[in-house]
């Protein structure tokens, strides 16, 4: 078997009928089209970034295979040369070294959070806010609607308050974020970004949007600016240990 044609077919190193001839060919040697396949494959699975969902299983199968064919019993009338040994020797310990990988990598994969994950996970602990944001009427009550998780209704409260009351402020912000307007949201973390009392607030509240928008790295970079003696910082050390 040429390796060396198969590697170029495959790499469109060969002329144009020198194509068509190779496609002819597999298409009328069924071992040709299997040896094909099998080198296609593998040097996928060699190229692919590890993947321990799919990479892994994948990966043994084509080295169960390729091990079978090439260094289990075989009939003495099938030779492979020294260098096409050579190559599959290379072949096949790049193969093992990237499924070593995944196994190294898959405790990390497995144990890893997404975004979404995360962000439901602490929001209920980091968001709240006090009993200055409630409607004009004092009739409802916008904390109960946030409690509850209606945030639209508790926007809709929030919303017409014309204020400068940072705990109202950062309510609207959370409704914000979790009715899906991010661009409101980062305005008022921002105008709060030099107010004393609030500032390590709006910026764990704004490290939490990022998460909310799958942004982890602007979200790990936000979380690292609050101080350790804010009173914020051990919820945000958490976080950053999750990211």
Do not use: W
């Amino acid at each position: 078997m040429n390796y060396e044609e198969i590697e170029k077919y495959l790499h469109n190193g060969l002329t144009e009928d020198e194509q068509k001839s190779f496609e002819q060919a597999i298409a009328t040697d069924p071992a040709l089209a299997a040896e094909v396949k099998l080198y296609k494959q593998t040097e996928q699975q060699l190229l692919a970034k590890a993947n321990a969902a799919a990479g892994e299983a994948q990966l043994t199968q084509q080295l169960t295979a390729l091990n079978k064919k090439y260094f289990g019993p075989k009939d003495k009338a099938q030779v492979v040369s020294i260098k096409k040994r050579k190559r599959l020797y290379y072949y096949i310990g790049g193969a093992a070294a990237a499924l070593l990988a995944i196994f190294l990598l898959q405790p990390l994969l497995s144990t890893q959070k997404s975004a979404d994950e995360l962000y439901a996970e602490n929001a209920g602990e980091i968001y709240s806010f006090g009993s200055s944001s409630r409607g004009g009427d004092g009739k409802v009550d916008a904390v109960s609607l946030f409690a509850a998780k209606k945030y639209k209704e508790a926007l809709a409260i929030l919303e017409p308050i014309a204020t400068n009351n940072g705990d109202t402020l950062l309510a609207k912000a959370v409704c914000y974020t979790e009715t899906g307007n991010s661009d409101k949201a980062h305005t008022i973390y921002n105008s709060l970004a030099n107010v004393k009392d609030y500032a390590n607030r709006a910026s764990l509240y704004k490290a939490m949007l990022y998460l909310k928008k799958g942004d982890k790295a602007n979200c790990r970079k936000t979380l690292e600016q609050i101080p350790k003696d804010a009173d914020q910082f051990d919820a945000a050390a958490k976080l950053l240990k999750e990211l």
